[in-house]
């Protein structure tokens, strides 16, 4: 045993010093563990709404994009494409877009907000292949259409809004995203004006 006289305040001023370091050291371990418990920076940007300009998309002509690693088709519908809609609706399966495959603003003849636009997942209700869009030779394919979209994994056929044809594998029609106007030339895909996702 020393026979030096006790220093109370070196004492606490150690334990105070060891008690901050090790404080400090047990923040520096806990924020990257917390911050890895987040999105990464890459599963955010896929899962973000995405603006499309459709400004220079003319008649008959399609866009793709991606959003959340989904092909999102945007087409130009001409103005016969959209006034023929109802003449097929007997060959359809769910004319009307009863199954709730688009947000209720586009559960309409066109499945769309503006007649002239079409906005669709571009991924077959079936087994997730993703149909080709036939702008002009439809017809060899379904009788009377001339133009739509054809999986040719399975020949599940969709029309102009999407809407499935009876008697083909898929069994829905496709899926209409969540989308609203920014302009007359630009799109959001994602979102809605009521801000869902």
Known sequence: ????????????FLTATTAVVGGLGAAAV???FIKSWNPSEKAKAAGAPVEV??????EGQMVRVEWR???????????????GLKAIDGQLRDPSSGEEQQPT?????YRSIKPEYFVAVGICTHLG???????????EQVQGVKSGFFCPC????????????????????LVVPKHMYLSDTRILIGVDEEGEA
Not at 1 to 12: D, F, V
Not at 69 to 83: C, I, L
Not at 129 to 139: E, K
């Open 1 to 12: 045993m020393s026979n030096a006289p006790l220093n109370n305040g070196r004492r606490r």
């Open 30 to 32: 806990a924020v990257p």
């Open 53 to 58: 300009d459709i400004g220079k998309l003319e």
């Open 69 to 83: 690693g989904k092909p999102v088709w945007v087409v130009r519908r001409a103005q016969t494409v959209v006034e």
């Open 105 to 109: 603003y586009a559960q309409n003849a």
């Open 129 to 139: 292949c993703s149909p080709t869009y036939l702008p002009d030779s439809f017809s």
């Open 154 to 173: 399975h020949g599940s056929k969709f029309d102009m809004a999407g809407r499935v044809f009876q008697g083909v594998p898929a069994p829905l029609n």
